[in-house]
Structure formats: C-alpha cells, structure tokens
C-alpha cells in the first residue's frame, strides 16, 4: 500500500490554483496505485501553529525528562513527523506570497525539523532522516517565474527543495501553475502542469 501525505497551504480554500493541483496530482497517483491510502492535512484550515520558544527548547530535552507540559508542547510536532515518516509520497500545495511560501507551511517546516529526529549532524555534516520519501511540489504564482527576468525572484521552489533535500527527501518533482493573476495565462489547465510529469511507477 503507498500511502500519501498531503500538504495544503492556501489561505484560498476552493479557490486555491495549488490545492486543485495538489488534487489532480493524488488524483493521478490513484491511476498508478490501485492500493492507496491518503491523509490530508489542510494547513490554513487548522490554524497550524509556530514554533514558540518553549516547544523549541522541549526539542533538545531528552524524551525521558520532559515534563507533561513539555509533552504537550511537542505534541503538534510529534504528530506531524509521525505523519512524515509514515507517507511514502508527500505533495506539498505550495502557494507564492511575497516570493516565499506561505507562513502556514514555514510553521510546518519549523515544527518537523528536529535535531536527533529528522536531521542529525555526523562526521560528514548533515544528514536527513525522512528516508524514501518521494515528494511532489504543487506550486501556483500570480507571476510567472520559470523563466525569464522574475526566475530569481522564485524562493519557493529552491527553498523547498533545500529544506526537503535536508530532511532526506533528495527525490522530488515540481509541477507549477503560474500566471493565476494574468489573464491570459489564469486559463491554463492543471492537466496541462501534470504533463510536464513522468508519470512511471
Ligand atoms: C498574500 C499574497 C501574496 C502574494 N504574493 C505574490 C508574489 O509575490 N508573487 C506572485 O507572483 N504572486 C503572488 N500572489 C499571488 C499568488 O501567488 C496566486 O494567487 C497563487 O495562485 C496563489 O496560490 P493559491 O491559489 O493556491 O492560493 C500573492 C497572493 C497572496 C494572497
């Protein structure tokens, strides 16, 4: 059974160009996967929280000293490691703002990066521990950044790959919807974004 994990990050509920990407691609993975099993986890929706301060401490405190407030601090990223690590494919609804990613999805970023948990430092440097993990990067932007004199004012796709790339999910694929907010380009199809995909098991 593949199981999935999907991300979604837009403040834009139905109206969102990511998610309904973000949908078509689970929806292709099911032609692939007869066997599937898909937990969503809707960011905006949720009022996913930041990282605070205490939480960051409880992450370096040794599990058999926390305190049962500490316990309780971590439990939103415990849960969503937890989630991580058991998905086998990840999909990440990516929304630009502000050339970035939405701070709902930094916050889950923030919340499953653990020192000793999903990363840890040896004699080689860094090293992720989300292992066979694929992920897919729905991205929509108003503008157009895949080419072009805008490309580099694109932070959303390279810092996702970065911090992807840190966890252990080095295998990821990035689909994009641009042009939402021009009017000759809005029109574009989703289908037309998964054809830029290999869709080969
Ligand atoms: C708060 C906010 C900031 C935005 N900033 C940018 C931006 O920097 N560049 C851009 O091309 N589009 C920007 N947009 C437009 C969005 O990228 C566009 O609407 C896209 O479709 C958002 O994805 P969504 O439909 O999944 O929410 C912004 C939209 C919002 C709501």
Not at 29 to 47: G, Q
Not at 66 to 75: A, C, G, K, V
Not at 92 to 107: C, E, H, R, T, V
Not at 134 to 143: H, Q, V
Request: charged content about 25%; overall charge negative.
């Amino acid at each position: 059974m593949k199981r999935v994990l999907h991300i979604k990050s837009s403040i834009n509920g139905n109206e969102s160009y990511s998610a309904r990407l973000g949908c078509a691609l689970v929806h292709k993975l099911r032609n692939l996967y007869t066997d599937m099993y898909v937990v969503t986890k809707d960011l905006s929706e949720e009022d996913f929280p930041h990282l605070g301060g205490d939480t960051f401490a409880a992450f370096f405190v040794p599990k058999e000293e926390l305190t049962p407030d500490q316990e309780h601090l971590l439990r939103i990223s415990d849960k969503a490691i937890q989630q991580v690590m058991e998905a086998d494919i990840l999909i990440i609804d990516a929304p630009m703002y502000n050339f970035g990613i939405p701070s709902q999805l930094k916050a889950w970023l923030d919340q499953i990066s653990r020192a000793g948990v999903t990363f840890e430092y040896g004699k080689d440097g860094p090293k992720g521990l989300i292992q066979n993990t694929k992920a897919y990067i729905a991205m929509a932007s108003g503008g157009v950044y895949s080419e072009g004199a805008a490309k580099q004012m694109d932070f959303v796709s390279p810092y996702l790959r970065t911090i992807l790339g840190f966890l252990g999910i080095t295998d990821v694929d990035l689909v994009r919807v641009e042009g939402t907010a021009m009017k000759k380009l809005q029109k574009q199809s989703i289908e037309t974004a998964l054809d830029q995909l290999q869709w080969t098991d």
